[in-house]
């Protein structure tokens, strides 16, 4: 019987649809020339066009969001925690903790790391996320007060405010709380394409801090 293709993803089913081209020029004996070029360079076109899409759509949410979800490890035990966050230039995540939190602890034992970004107040449907993997670590002094202004910055966007709200890392250290930073090296979405919500696509973390960057 013929395959079904309901529910399959549209870059898939023009993918399928290549195969097969190919697949009949191989029996048949005959060459496809310009039209599988062509083929080729839509598909590379899409690929393309969704790429910027999943960037943009990333930002979208990383930027409209307050606290990402944590996930830290050691000796085997899992353990995620609510930060509030900013991002850096180069997009590496920025959050204020206690030495003394239990992510904390994981971190100075185990900084491989992994948070994600959602549209919490959305429907199951048509929620949408981003998940990252990394590296996580304490902020080292002589880089501390740069990337606590950037923190308070975004918690207190008006300056009149913010000037009320100096950060200090000194006395957050004094009062046993320090910074911490998290380096994305992969990141992906939601894949809303997929009628079964379970399928993950892959975001182009080069793109996305170029993209970022340039914002």
Same mark, same amino acid.
């Given at each position: 019987?013929?395959?079904?293709?309901?529910?399959?993803?549209?870059?898939?089913?023009?993918?399928?649809? /290549?195969?097969?081209?190919?697949?009949?020029?191989?029996?048949?004996? /005959?060459?496809?020339?310009?039209?599988?070029?062509?083929?080729?360079?839509?598909?590379?076109?899409?690929?393309?066009?969704?790429?910027?899409?999943?960037?943009?759509?990333?930002?979208?949410?990383?930027?409209?969001?307050?606290?990402?979800?944590?996930?830290?490890?050691?000796?085997?035990?899992?353990?995620?925690?609510?930060?509030?966050?900013?991002?850096?230039?180069?997009?590496?995540?920025?959050?204020?903790?206690?030495?003394?939190?239990?992510?904390?602890?994981?971190?100075?034992?185990?900084?491989?790391?992994?948070?994600?970004?959602?549209?919490?107040?959305?429907?199951?449907?048509?929620?949408?996320?981003?998940?990252?993997?990394?590296?996580?670590?304490?902020?080292?002094? %002589?880089?501390?007060?740069?990337?606590? %202004?950037? +923190?308070?910055?975004?918690?207190?966007?008006?300056?009149?405010?913010?000037?009320?709200?100096?950060?200090?890392?000194?006395?957050?250290?004094?009062?046993?709380?320090? +910074?911490?930073? /998290?380096?994305?090296?992969?990141?992906?979405?939601?894949?809303?394409? %997929?009628?079964?919500?379970?399928?993950?696509?892959?975001?182009? +973390?080069?793109?996305?801090?170029?993209?970022?960057?340039?914002?």
């Amino acid at each position: 019987p013929p395959l079904s293709l309901s529910g399959v993803h549209p870059e898939f089913r023009i993918l399928l649809g /290549f195969e097969r081209l190919r697949s009949a020029e191989r029996r048949h004996h /005959f060459k496809l020339g310009s039209t599988v070029d062509s083929i080729s360079a839509i598909l590379a076109s899409m690929s393309k066009f969704t790429s910027h899409q999943s960037v943009q759509t990333s930002l979208s949410i990383i930027e409209s969001s307050d606290y990402l979800s944590l996930g830290t490890s050691s000796n085997g035990q899992p353990w995620v925690s609510p930060l509030y966050f900013a991002v850096t230039p180069e997009l590496d995540f920025v959050a204020i903790s206690a030495v003394s939190s239990r992510h904390a602890r994981n971190l100075r034992s185990n900084q491989s790391v992994s948070w994600c970004i959602f549209l919490g107040s959305e429907p199951p449907e048509s929620t949408d996320g981003v998940y990252f993997e990394g590296i996580g670590e304490e902020v080292e002094p %002589d880089q501390a007060q740069a990337l606590a %202004d950037i +923190l308070y910055d975004r918690r207190f966007p008006d300056p009149k405010e913010r000037a009320d709200h100096p950060a200090n890392p000194e006395y957050w250290e004094s009062t046993g709380r320090r +910074l911490y930073r /998290f380096h994305p090296t992969n990141v992906s979405k939601v894949d809303l394409d %997929d009628p079964a919500g379970v399928s993950r696509s892959a975001v182009p +973390l080069d793109l996305l801090k170029s993209v970022h960057l340039a914002g």
